[in-house]
């Protein structure tokens, strides 16, 4: 049987590449970014898409490949992709939700208790010989009997909230509409209210345009000078110039990310405040994870050629 054609975006790695290879023959989007590198009678066999990373899937790429069906994503959020136009095409989307939620909530946790305690701060007093120069490092502050506000209870937020409550921490939490969750876990139905009830706002809405820069610069201030942000979905989601101001002059105490506008690339003055904790989009970045994520867009590409169900289709 020949094997289906497909293309693929970024590289993977040999566990994931190996699979892709038996299965499919992977034509691999141009460096350049220019699909006319890829001859017309190769766009033109190509039938899906597996598409990985950040860069924007809209209409130009998507168009030079006339007879895909599928566009299966390796990560949850699909916000790059124009999944309207997709659509409008009759191209399914699929993404990877679930096998990567407890990651990205023990990344999120894992950020919020570092910045709260400023443990890699402590880590250089002892490495750099000032415990023993200045003595003990200066203080830092409770998690215990907390507020915290969670923005989004999708998967993410709701395994975010989860783990939280373990920490003995009061849970607030802003959705669109009022969730089936436990109920001492409170409800806001307006960011800028759960920002102002809250000392800390974990970030776990879904990217998009809906959620463009909903972390205001109003909903900044409301966190106010004794808050922190921890952002673990998308850099889009926040007005980085305002958290950036806020950050400078001390009107907010201080952020978490892993998430940034414009990533790898990012702004420059985050690099000189010492009030923030910066990771390199890694919440999903663990072997078994990644495992994991690469299998379900395998599979959502076999079910596809073999005219099944798709597993976690987005449109
Ligand atoms: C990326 C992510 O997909 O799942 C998501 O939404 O942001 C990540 O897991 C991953 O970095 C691969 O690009």
New binding site residues.
Partial sequence: MTKPHILAF?TYDAWDAEPMEQLFTVHRFPVSGDCNELSADTRESIKAIAF???TTLGPEIINAFPNVGLIA??????DTIDVTHASSLGIKVT??PDV?TND?ADLAVGMLLALNRDIIGADHWVRTGQWAGHGAYPLQRTLTGVSVGVAGLGRIGRAVANRLQGFDTDIHYYSQTEKDAPSSWKYHSSLIDLATAVDILMVTVSGGPETAGIISKEVIHAVGPDGLIVNCS?GSTVDEPALLDALEAGSLRGLATD?FNNEPEIDQRFLNLNNVLLQP?????TIETRKR?GQLQRDNLLAYFSEKPLLTAVN
């Fill in positions: 970024e990985k990373g950040h994503n390796y990560g949850v959020g699909y993404n990877t990567l990205v998308r998430v989009h890694q919440s999903s970045a994520m």
